[in-house]
């Protein structure tokens, strides 16, 4: 009898249904149930929360957008109102939350280098660390929103920096609305734009840094480009520790100077705390100035001016970092100090050249150095202009640090050892040398072959005069048994005959093929064989053939006695007996 399986209760879940069998069998399989369940979840696989799918809706992107802006904006406002109360305590005046609150707003347009008017006096000299700490964080939260929006350059980065840039706009117009009666925008056109300038540039360095390049840009910085920005970097950061180095000698120097001043603008600990606050933040200013003084083009306070190459003597402010200048006397081994921007630039180009190619053309290995020392130059003289300013219109009016002068000495002291150490050995190929307009490759390989061509010619001189010894010495012999010159001729292949209008005038034709032949290139005696087969001829050719060519166009022009010119052309050319064979 065969038996079916109970079915499941009415009315409850299948897999809710009660089990038959024994109590232990029910125990085991509920848990071998859960242990896969659990296995299960386990592989599943994880979402990355910092990275989102960029397929979301039209909302979500806006909610993205909004905090990520709102974000920046309040979290670099919320982190100015200490500051604010820091200073505002320091100071002597008593700190409110009101206080702190609308003393934050100043700076917070300082912070985006937007100067302001303080009693109609204009004040530029803005510290820079504030905007610093503020790229930092819109670059942050650019970050975070274009990587939860997709990380797509295309569609997500470019409503991430406008947003950014918009938003800081924006606010700087309401800020400047907001300040106390005794500050104002000096211009609020332009503090709409620096702010948003300001903003959207750290934007774009926290896009680019995590979606990296666009495709058409890597494509571009494939070759020389990229070689350039590797060796801009390198030179950027050997500038910084120049300007680093120079202003911790400054401030050794100096240190008695500085801690009087400190004292004396503020008495007490609490008001130094104060001072220091500030001094810090004024130091990526103090930074530039010693940039600028290492590179030669110095810096400016009022009618004071300080540089490695002379001073202008003139009051400065009670503040620390401005008493580190030297304006009464430079010492002379100052001038020695424009010798470390030329080994940044040195080094700039070294990395240019192991960047480049090994195969790489010599424009390439130019163009590559010279673009580097362009962008630095550039990046130096930009922060030049931003740190100075107009300083309240009194006697330290106004604070420059010469960005045009530093934009050219940084091309000269940085890009000429940049461009020779990436292609000083490829451009000294090119070099005209010893006044001609080849180079010197060429008048190497000119000199070599026309010294080979020198040695087989001496070779061939020799073994000549060694061959010809011989046959001469048997001519002469022969010449003296016989008493006479009528069996000789002075040219072992010259006949001579009469002119038809010449008395007694001979002419000498030689039908070896050099110096007997008609204009037409044919032998006037074509039955003579110009090769009769002695060992002996040794032709006509070198030093000695062209001096008795000569000889024998005197003899051509002589009217006299052909005896003697064979006795006169017997000592100087080689002679041998007439073959009497022939005659016969």
Known sequence: MSTTPPRPARGRPASRARSTGSAPERSRGGRATA????????????????????TGTGLDRLRILLVATMGAVLAGYTMLVPVAALLTGTGGVAVTAD??????????LAAHLIPVAVDGRPFGVLPLLPTLVVVALVAFCSRWAVLRLGGRVRHDAGAVVASQAGAAAALAVLAGALLPRDMAVTAPWASMIGAGLV???AAGIGVVHTCGAPAAWKRVLAGWPGAALAGARVAAAALLLVAALVLTVALLASASDVADTAERIAPGAWAGVGVLVLSIGYLPNALIGALSWALGAGVSVGIARSGPFGVEPGPL???PPAVVLPVTTVPTAAVLVVLLPVVAGALGGIACRRALADDAPVVDRVAAPALAAVVVAVGAAVPAALAGGALAGGPYDPVSFHPWAVLGCALLLVGIPAVLTCAGTELARHVPMGGTGRSRTAVD?????RDRRRASTVGELVERRRTAGAPARRADAARDDDGGHDDLHPYSDAAPDEEPGGAGRTTTRRVDGSAGRNPAGDDEDPGHDPDDGDPDDTGDHGPDGRRAAGRRADRDTDDGDPSDRRTDGRTDRITRPRDRSRDD
């Open 199 to 201: 903003a959207g540039a």
């Open 317 to 319: 402010p009670p503040f």
């Open 35 to 54: 242990v896969a369940d659990r296995e299960r979840g386990r592989r599943r696989p994880a979402r990355t929360p910092t990275r989102g799918t960029g």
């Open 445 to 449: 390989r000119a000199r070599a072959a």
């Open 99 to 108: 206080g702190a609150l609308a003393t934050a707003v100043p700076l917070w």
